[in-house]
């Protein structure tokens, strides 16, 4: 069965929402400069701790001290790299690769995707094909993302502009091991309740 991330966490309820409907992954940001309005960092590790979902980092920080702090001290086990790294950084990530699983963005309209996905398959975990910049909205681009599917070893995920009505024909077309979605159940700032729920379903019905 297909599994479902959420993406972009910004409370306790948003996480808990997601455990209640069995959703596996939730991201919250773990960017530095960014963590004044985020989730604050004891809180982080507590619900790290506690929840029954997995709890991604998502972040474009690859330095040796953030990372040993966000896998060591705050305790995930989940990082997804959300920018395209030069070689000095994925030798950084290479003496993290026993202690966490990576999760490494790929933008199927970029060039050079063949190369990088050559580059990181040895340290990833998994690949997820999403736009540059997420929580657009803008539809994955189906054509593209099956051609690099077609030349990976790796499980991935599938985001952008996922939502109730398209992610049955997505799931369909691309036999994702997880889908990833952000806007299309956000309101006011957080994930709705009535809009999470239907999308579940949505992935559940298109993968029995």
Known sequence: MT??????ALSDEDIFLAEKLSVDFAGVHAIKEDYDSRLPLPRLAQLIAATGVELVALTKDVNLTWLHYIT????YKYVQIHTRLNKPSLDILHRFHDKCRFIFMIDP???GNAEYISAIEPIASYL???QSQGGTGIPIQIDATSELVGRISVPFFIAGGLNTQNVGNVVTALKPFAVDVQSSIRENRHWNAAKARSF???VREATQ
């Open 200 to 202: 579940v379903q949505a």
């Open 72 to 75: 060591t001290v705050l305790g």
């Open 128 to 130: 997820l094909f999403d």
């Open 109 to 111: 309209s970029e060039t």
């Open 3 to 8: 599994k479902i991330k959420f993406c972009k």
